[in-house]
């Protein structure tokens, strides 16, 4: 599982294409593609071209964002990268931020050319980091998912049983309660008994 290249167009116009040295490899499928997406129409499609797949995704915005990689390359896959990809766009290759860019490489105003080259080229960066971050099979969810069906199953002892105390039952309860309740009756009544005896004493002596 490979991505090879990503370009991404708006209004048929290509923004940036990495790496360059893959570009001319397909920028003819590319351009094919972009030229068959019918514009401002949302969309995620994947075509077969030889041994690559190419997934791409079109927006309602006119952008369009095509990912080529090796036929083994899953959609759940190329398209969360192409995810990535539109995020990165939207943040760094709008039209506010490329609006002074010329393909003469003149610009109007110095300052805003220095500025848009500058969000150009972090683009650039942080489209690399993405390639390499889904070329890595650690970060593969679905190379992830194949090595553990190849692994082998490693038994791990369970953890011994946790004594839980049994509830007391209710019977057994509500007898502690009454033999609780007979004991402060008896309790009342020796003193009852006692405060008699003494005020008995009392009277008798007078």
């Known amino acids: 599982m490979t991505i090879h290249y990503v370009a991404v167009y708006s209004a048929g116009k290509l923004l940036v294409g990495y790496p360059n040295a893959e570009h001319p ?28 797949n190419y997934h791409y995704m079109s927006t309602d915005k006119g952008m369009i964002i095509v990912c080529a990689a090796t036929e083994d390359t899953k959609a759940r896959v ?44 972090m683009a650039i960066a942080m489209i690399k980091r993405e390639i390499t971050y ?22 791990v002892p369970l953890p011994a049983p946790i004594n839980i105390k049994q509830p007391i039952p209710v019977q057994q309860t509500m ?18 008994l006692i405060v008699l005896l003494i005020r008995k004493s009392i009277i008798s002596t007078c």
């Open 25 to 52: 490899r397909h920028t003819n499928n590319v351009d094919a593609i972009v030229a068959s997406v019918v514009p401002k129409e949302y969309q995620k499609r994947t075509i077969v071209k030889g041994s690559m």
């Open 78 to 121: 190329a398209f969360p990268f192409i995810d990535s990809i539109k995020w990165i766009v939207d943040e760094h290759l709008s039209d506010d931020n490329l609006s002074h860019i010329n393909l003469s490489n003149e610009f109007p105003d110095e300052f805003f050319a220095k500025d848009a080259r500058r969000h150009q080229e």
């Open 134 to 155: 889904f070329n890595n099979p650690a970060n593969n969810r679905d190379r992830k998912i194949d090595c553990a069906q190849n692994t082998t199953t490693i038994l």
């Open 175 to 192: 007898w502690e309660h009454i033999k609780t309740i007979l004991l402060i009756i008896w309790a009342i009544c020796t003193i009852v």
